[in-house]
């Protein structure tokens, strides 16, 4: 998908985007399309979660359930496609770590689970341990960003989470210290939802300027993989 019909679809807006915006996208887009694809040892099978709170609706903070989340079991089995699928996602991961002051990046597919229900589920990420599935339902939307962006498909800029919760703006809590959040769609050609990706700061105004444009560009390189 084209970055302005990403925009158009997503809802960004292109005077919210800074003035150099195609040089850096376009820049991003070189490094990540030479990108060399990750080790399947960097490959996060299993991860710890947080234990989930009474009826399993939020993360209790600080609190790791017993057993660890085994992402091999929603995907099917660690085939050689999985792997592949894997390893390009971590690779970017890796990447946008290393070029984004962020503090907590995940990347989600939209799949079903052994329940037959339709959720995000995390495919790989860095940062604290944090749910592994978001439900796509509308119950769950008024409370979670990545839930509404899941079914919308519309993005969630959020540069002061503080100011967005006095607002009455629904929010899933997974770190206290979180100060800004960007939730954006993976959108397949047909703009269809085919994920999102969520990124966290312990900072206020983060996703503006060069880091908007980095988020951006990570998007459309990841939506390309989980539609291949």
Do not use: H
């Amino acid at each position: 998908m084209l970055i302005d019909q990403y925009l158009s679809r997503s809802g960004i807006q292109k005077q919210d985007l800074p003035s150099d915006f195609s040089t850096l996208f376009a820049g991003y887009q070189s490094q990540l399309n030479n990108l060399a694809q990750a080790s399947p040892e960097n490959i996060k099978w299993q991860y710890q979660v947080p234990e989930l709170g009474e009826g399993g609706s939020c993360s209790i903070f600080d609190q790791l359930a017993a057993e660890p989340y085994d992402l091999s079991v929603i995907l099917g089995g660690k085939t050689a496609a999985n792997v592949q699928m894997l390893g390009q996602l971590q690779s970017i991961v890796d990447f946008y770590q290393q070029q984004s002051a962020s503090q907590w990046f995940g990347v989600y597919q939209k799949r079903q689970n052994q329940q037959g229900d339709t959720v995000l589920v995390k495919l790989a990420y860095f940062g604290a341990a944090s749910r592994a599935e978001f439900p796509l339902t509308p119950e769950f939307a008024a409370m979670s960003n990545n839930s509404t962006v899941g079914m919308t498909g519309t993005a969630r800029i959020i540069n002061d989470v503080g100011v967005y919760l006095a607002a009455g703006g629904e929010y899933y809590t997974c770190d206290p210290k979180v100060q800004s959040e960007a939730c954006l769609p993976l959108l397949a050609d047909d703009g269809s939802v085919i994920g999102i990706i969520d990124s966290e700061a312990f900072s206020k105004n983060m996703f503006i300027e060069k880091e908007l444009a980095l988020l951006l560009s990570v998007a459309t390189a990841l939506a390309v993989i989980l539609q291949s």
